[in-house]
Nanobody, 119 residues
Framework: QVQLVESGGGLVQPGGSLRLSCAAS????????MGWYRQTPGKQRELAAA???????EYADSVKGRFTISRDNVKNTVYLQMNSLKPEDTAVYYC?????????????WGQGTQVTVSS
């Protein structure tokens, strides 16, 4: 299992920006697919963005053009840069790490960080 620690959430006004960070333990980070998922009360956790070990990225349609996921394999850290934030981006954001041969649901999760977009 990979240990994940998220940081960077908070309260921001609509149109503002935040950067989330997720620090991972272990020397297997490079090969793992890393993702940011978000969840609001009463709804299922959904993918916001993901990045493979090779650097390929995937984004939810609702965040394309506003969010950017990146990874630093030296620091074992994945980032989510969130720009032009909207109230509907409000959620708890969770970092996920999984081996590319298994489904994300079988991977490791961080504790979550709250992002609130409100004026």
């Amino acid at each position: 299992q990979v240990q994940l620690v998220e940081s960077g959430g908070g309260l921001v006004q609509p149109g503002g920006s935040l950067r989330l960070s997720c620090a991972a333990s272990g020397n297997i980070f490079r090969s793992y697919t890393m993702g940011w998922y978000r969840q609001t009360p009463g709804k299922q956790r959904e993918l916001a963005a993901a990045i493979t070990g090779g650097g390929s990225t995937e984004y939810a349609d609702s965040v394309k053009g506003r969010f950017t996921i990146s990874r630093d394999n030296v620091k074992n850290t994945v980032y989510l840069q969130m720009n032009s934030l909207k109230p509907e981006d409000t959620a708890v954001y969770y970092c996920n790490a999984h081996h590319p041969k298994i489904d994300f649901s079988g991977g490791s999760w961080g504790q979550g960080t709250q992002v609130t977009v409100s004026s």
